[in-house]
């Protein structure tokens, strides 16, 4: 069936350091790409999202490229900060219905 | 525009006992998931509706855990008896249905601890 794999975490960095959380997913068809963030104490909520192969979601100075060939969709981000700790979730959806579903997270800690 | 509203924030019972979540989705929205987020976990998908109708509870405990959205719109999620590994975050969110770039949108959940 489909899924998500996520890189397992923590990620720890220092400020301004480069991001990159993996993401690989099994899919029939051709399904939409998600990143989601859950900041401490704070519900799921949507970083940025690619519908087709090739695409690029951004936000917020987060990137992600929807790759077909390697079935990956990596969050990068340049620059980090403290503030941009939390826990990131990839997400696939599929299907007439909109079935989504989640990798397992993967929690940043970015430290001053 | 109103979220995704959720009720209760926490909820502590005691094995076996029952307990009952409600969500109310987005005005307008047709697709309702619930999700159960165990500590130190994604989300895992419990139900989806579309409109009053399940399209998936492949997942979904059916010995102790029932949903129902009557008229389509808010739903709630019960568990009796529950137990112990019951404990997580119960999530619920709502999405227009179809169309590539639909967003789900996320309540701020319903935090169960089972003692």
């Known amino acids: 069936g489909n899924s998500v794999t996520q890189m397992e975490g923590p990620v720890t960095l220092s400020e301004e350091a480069f991001l990159t959380i993996n993401c690989t997913y099994t899919?029939?068809?051709?399904?939409?790409l998600f990143w989601y963030v859950q900041y401490p104490g704070e519900g799921l909520q949507l970083l940025l999202k690619?519908?087709?192969?090739?695409d690029k979601g951004s936000n917020k100075g987060f990137e992600a490229t929807y790759r077909k060939e390697t079935t990956s969709f990596h969050l990068e981000k340049g620059s980090v900060q403290v503030s941009d700790s939390a826990v990131y979730f990839c997400?696939?959806?599929?299907?007439?219905?909109?079935?989504?579903?989640f990798g397992a997270g993967t929690r940043l800690a970015v430290h001053p | 525009e109103a979220g995704v509203a959720q009720s209760p924030r926490y909820k502590i019972i005691e094995k076996r006992q029952s307990v009952a979540f409600w969500c109310n989705p987005i005005?307008?929205?047709?697709?309702l998931y619930w999700y159960q987020q165990i500590l130190g976990q994604g989300p895992k998908l419990l139900i989806q509706?579309?409109?009053?109708?399940?399209?998936?509870d492949s997942q979904l405990p059916k010995d102790r855990f029932s949903a129902e959205r009557l008229k389509g719109v808010d739903s709630t999620l019960k568990i009796q008896p529950a137990k112990l590994e019951d404990s997580a975050v119960y999530l619920c969110?709502?999405?227009?249905?179809?169309?590539?770039?639909?967003?789900?949108?996320f309540g701020q959940g319903t935090r169960l601890t089972v003692v």
């Open positions: 969110a709502s999405s227009l249905a179809g169309g590539d770039s639909t967003e789900a949108f």
């Open positions: 899919a029939t068809g051709y399904p939409s």
């Open positions: 690619a519908t087709k192969a090739d």
């Open positions: 997400a696939l959806r599929w299907g007439g219905y909109n079935k989504l579903i």
């Open positions: 005005s307008g929205h047709a697709t």
């Open positions: 509706f579309q409109n009053n109708g399940v399209v998936d």
